[in-house]
């Protein structure tokens, strides 16, 4: 596609946590946009809510492009780039596959089962977090290692491979800030293909015995396994670093959830909705020709359909920049929707409130320690979550 100069052009560079995304001008002027990626490639920008739920339902949007070397780039990312499918019929197919695969490791029902020890989990780091000097960062002392940890288990990362799964995964993470590209994501494929390996010979209940026990080939195991760590661990970091700033915020909210489960998973939902005001963008391609909103997206063309925009869209949210837990009903995107619907949303709800439930249990007093102007996203990210929060209690 050629430059266009005028094209609005997004960005990964830290923004204000707390305030409104500058493209929400975007949403007012039109549903779809034409606009220039981070990487300087066009693309289509979907910035309401009704026409990126009815894209998340279109089997014409995927991982898939008929030229996977030239395509258009959201991001400067390996990983980003080795998921996308030359073949859109394979990848529809692939997509199902996994969804097939992964679906019962991720049922409600199992993840519910789960919450005692997710629940013992947030207490511990908690605690531990609660001995620490002050002001202290709860993103890197809590949010992370509380969430690695639970998907490490779930995954079937070996507990004396952990430290090298993380470091990896903080590498590939990165993307095109400053020209300095990340590196690619053979070594953390690497890592996590020994080990599904060894589940031929010792299988347990995790993501990646049954993998192998569905004879998905090594590399391909390895791959879902670390985009699944990916896709998980900073997006429900961010929310608990973002969730306990809008929570001291609302100590009224806070303190009736504390001993309330629906209320608390009201205060989720909302956390979910207006906690991002950027940085949640899915990436896909079309592979026919999509009229939508007066405009025509070709096939090929790159679209980015942006969660954070969609979830502060006035024609569906009523005071849409405002926190209310007691909003009724409450369809964010947060976690996609129809096939493109988050197999760990039910997990991640979980982790969210008992991690609220640990930490100002422990902590009534905790609040951050810096003032609004100091909270910024992290640069160069493909999930743009708070770079920090320092906090006290």
Avoid at 142 to 170: K, M, N, Q, T
Avoid at 187 to 197: C, S
Wanted: charged residues 25%; aromatic residues 6%.
């Amino acid at each position: 596609m050629a430059y266009t100069p005028q094209l609005p052009a997004l960005d990964t560079d830290a923004h204000p946590v707390l305030s409104p995304s500058p493209l929400r001008t975007l949403r007012d002027e039109a549903a779809v946009c034409r606009v220039l990626t981070p990487a300087g490639h066009e693309a289509w920008l979907v910035t309401r809510h009704a026409e990126t739920k009815a894209l998340l339902h279109d089997e014409r949007l995927g991982r898939f492009h008929p030229a996977t070397a030239t395509a258009p780039k959201y991001v400067d990312s390996p990983l980003v780039e080795m998921l996308i499918i030359d073949d859109a019929d394979s990848a529809r197919e692939m997509h199902r596959q996994v969804r097939a695969l992964l679906g019962p490791q991720f049922a409600a029902r199992r993840m519910q089962a789960l919450r005692p020890r997710v629940a013992a989990a947030a207490r511990v780091l908690a605690g531990d977090f609660a001995d620490r000097g002050q002001p202290a960062d709860l993103q890197r002392h809590f949010a992370l290692p509380y969430s690695l940890g639970i998907l490490h288990e779930l995954i079937g990362v070996p507990a004396e491979e952990r430290e090298s799964a993380a470091r990896l995964l903080a590498d590939i993470g990165r993307v095109g800030a400053d020209g300095a590209a990340a590196p690619g994501p053979g070594p953390l494929f690497a890592l996590f293909g020994a080990v599904a390996e060894a589940k031929w010979a010792a299988p347990q209940d995790d993501v990646l015995s049954r993998l192998v026990a569905a004879g998905v080939p090594t590399e391909r195991a390895a791959a879902l396994a670390a985009t699944l760590l990916m896709a998980g661990l900073e997006s429900v970091a961010s929310f608990i670093t973002l969730g306990v700033v809008l929570l001291t915020r609302h100590p009224e909210r806070l303190r009736s959830a504390l001993d309330d489960p629906e209320a608390m998973a009201a205060l989720v939902e909302e956390i979910l909705r207006n906690g991002k005001q950027s940085g949640s963008v899915l990436p896909r391609y079309a592979a026919a020709d999509i009229e939508i909103s007066g405009v025509t997206i070709r096939a090929g063309d790159l679209v980015l359909l942006d969660f954070a925009l969609a979830n502060h869209d006035e024609r569906v949210f009523e005071r849409a920049e405002e926190f209310d837990p007691c909003r009724t009903p409450n369809p964010h995107l947060s976690f996609g929707h129809g096939i493109w619907h988050c197999l760990g949303a039910s997990l991640a709800r979980i982790e969210l409130a008992e991690a609220f439930g640990a930490l100002f249990g422990r902590m009534p007093g905790l609040r951050p320690a810096v003032p609004d102007e100091r909270l910024v996203t992290s640069a160069g990210r493909l999930v743009g979550g708070p770079a920090e929060l320092p906090v006290r209690w």
